[in-house]
């Protein structure tokens, strides 16, 4: 059975940086894609990026670009979303997902859920 433990949330200032890990249990993941969204109070759950564990191709919510990076290390059992330059904005809690089929930003496509870890950044 697929696993994911998301950790790594926290209360942080904006300006300030967190990484999140998602560490993945109960698959080989060599053909999966492995995704991060985020869902804030009263809002849609919002894909902020993902990776293909595939060909290494990763995509970016626009809202995001330029400030965080996914990133995974090369057992390919735990994915990292580096965040930098956290606004505001960014407070929600953060789950990581994984799927077989492709690398998107669309929560409908992906299979397994990690329980989430809460990040607040403070103005």
């Known amino acids: 059975e697929v696993q994911l433990v998301e950790s790594g949330g926290g209360l942080v200032q904006a300006g300030g940086s967190l990484r999140l890990s998602c560490a993945a249990s109960?698959?080989?993941?060599?053909?999966?894609?492995i995704g991060w969204f985020r869902q804030a109070p009263g809002k849609g759950r919002e894909g902020v990026s993902c990776?293909?564990?595939?060909?290494?191709?990763?995509y970016y919510a626009d809202s995001v670009k330029g400030r965080f990076t996914i990133s995974r290390d090369n057992a390919k059992t735990t994915v990292y979303l580096q965040m930098n330059s956290l606004k505001p904005e960014d407070t929600a809690v953060y789950y990581c997902?994984?799927?077989?089929?492709?690398?998107?930003?669309?929560?409908?496509?992906?299979?397994?859920w990690g329980q989430g870890t809460q990040v607040t950044v403070s103005s």
């Open positions: 990776i293909s564990f595939v060909n290494g191709s990763t």
């Open positions: 109960g698959s080989t993941f060599d053909d999966s894609a």
């Open positions: 997902a994984a799927e077989y089929q492709v690398c998107t930003l669309l929560p409908h496509y992906y299979d397994y």
